[in-house]
C-alpha cells in the first residue's frame, strides 16, 4: 500500500489548488466531485501555466495543473516538487493560429514571421516543435514571449503573425474571430498534462492530495463521456458560449493515465528538445521528477 493511500487526511487540513482557465476547478465542479471533501479546498485562478507554476515554487499553491512543456521549464529551474498525477491527450488542443485575413496559408509560411507565445509554455512547445520538423533554424522563426491576453491583442492589431496557444483560447479565436489553424500539436506535441505538487504538501498532506486525484480523474471521465453536459457548466464557469466550451473541450480530451515508464519517457523527450533548443542550461532527468506513489488515484 502506497504512504498516500495509508495515510489519514488530519482534522483542519487545507489544500491549496492552483488551475488555469478551464481546467480542474471547472471539470470537478461540472462532475459534482466537490461535495463532502474532508478537508478544505481552496482554489488559486492563474492566467498560465508560468505563473501558476511560480507560485507553486513559491509554496503559495500546494498542488497545480500545467501540461508537461512548462512543468518541464519550473522542474528544471529547481522548483520543489514532484509529478504526482498525469493526463495524456492527442496535443491537438494546442494550435498556431492565424487570422482569417493572413496570407499565411501553411506552415512553411510561418519561416520568418512573428509568433506570439509565452516562454516554456505548451504554445512554444509547439513552435519549437515546429521548427523541429521543418528542419529551420531556431532564428528562423520570431517569437514574441506574451502572455495570452497580450497574444490576442497583439494578433487583433497585426503587431504578430500567428498565435501559438491552447484549448480555450484557441476555440474562442476560431469561433469568434474567424481565426485558423496553420499548425496543430497533434502528433508534435505528447499531449501530456501533469500535476504537480510541492515536496512540502507530499511530505505533510499525502491523504488530501490522493483524494484531490481520484475526484479528479474521475471527473474527467464524467466530462469525457457527457460533453454536452459539461460544456453547458463549463461555459457558465469560465464565461464562454457553449459551443466554444465544447469545441475546446472535444479537440483533446484528457484521459487520465498511470506515472509509468512512458510518462516518464515522453517527458524526457520534451526536456530534451527544451536542452536542444538552449532553453534549459542542464538537462533535466525526468526520473526523479515523478512520484508513483499516488498510481492508485487513478482508478
Not at 75 to 83: E, H, I, M, N, S
Not at 111 to 139: C, D, F, Y
Not at 163 to 184: H, K
Amino acid at each position: 500500500m502506497s504512504r498516500a493511500a495509508s495515510a489519514a487526511i488530519a482534522p483542519g487540513t487545507v489544500l491549496r489548488a492552483g488551475d488555469q482557465k478551464a481546467g480542474n476547478q471547472a471539470v470537478m465542479k461540472a462532475a459534482g466531485v466537490l461535495d463532502n471533501l474532508p478537508y478544505r479546498l481552496e482554489w488559486k485562478q492563474f492566467g498560465a501555466a508560468a505563473p501558476l507554476l511560480e507560485a507553486l515554487n513559491a509554496e503559495a499553491v500546494d498542488i497545480g495543473a500545467a501540461s508537461d512543456s512548462p512543468t518541464t521549464f519550473a522542474l528544471a529551474a529547481g522548483l520543489r516538487g514532484r509529478v504526482i498525477g498525469a493526463s495524456r491527450g492527442t496535443g491537438a488542443g494546442t494550435s498556431i493560429i492565424v487570422p482569417a485575413s493572413s496570407p499565411i496559408q501553411a506552415v512553411a509560411d510561418l519561416r520568418g514571421k512573428k509568433i506570439g507565445t509565452n516562454r516554456g509554455s505548451v504554445g512554444h512547445a509547439l513552435v519549437l516543435a515546429v521548427i523541429e520538423k521543418q528542419g529551420w533554424k531556431p532564428e528562423d522563426v520570431h517569437i514574441a514571449n506574451l502572455m495570452p491576453a497580450d497574444a490576442k491583442a497583439a494578433l487583433a492589431s497585426g503587431a504578430i503573425d500567428a498565435w501559438s496557444t491552447w484549448n480555450t483560447y484557441v476555440a474562442q479565436a476560431r469561433l469568434n474571430d474567424g481565426a485558423r489553424i496553420v499548425a496543430s500539436g497533434a502528433g508534435l506535441l505528447s499531449g501530456q498534462n501533469f500535476q504537480t505538487a510541492t515536496v512540502t504538501a507530499i511530505d505533510a498532506r499525502p491523504a488530501a492530495l490522493a483524494d484531490y486525484l481520484r475526484r479528479l480523474n474521475i471527473a474527467w471521465r464524467w466530462a469525457a463521456a457527457n460533453p454536452d453536459a459539461y460544456a453547458a457548466v463549463l461555459s457558465a464557469e469560465i464565461g464562454v458560449s457553449v459551443p466554444v466550451a465544447k469545441l475546446a473541450f472535444q479537440t483533446d480530451i484528457p484521459v487520465p493515465v498511470a506515472i509509468d515508464d512512458s510518462v516518464v519517457a515522453s517527458e524526457q523527450r520534451t526536456a530534451d528538445r527544451y536542452l536542444a533548443a538552449k532553453l534549459l542550461r542542464e538537462r533535466l532527468d525526468a526520473g526523479p521528477v515523478f512520484d508513483r506513489s499516488f498510481n492508485g488515484a487513478v482508478g
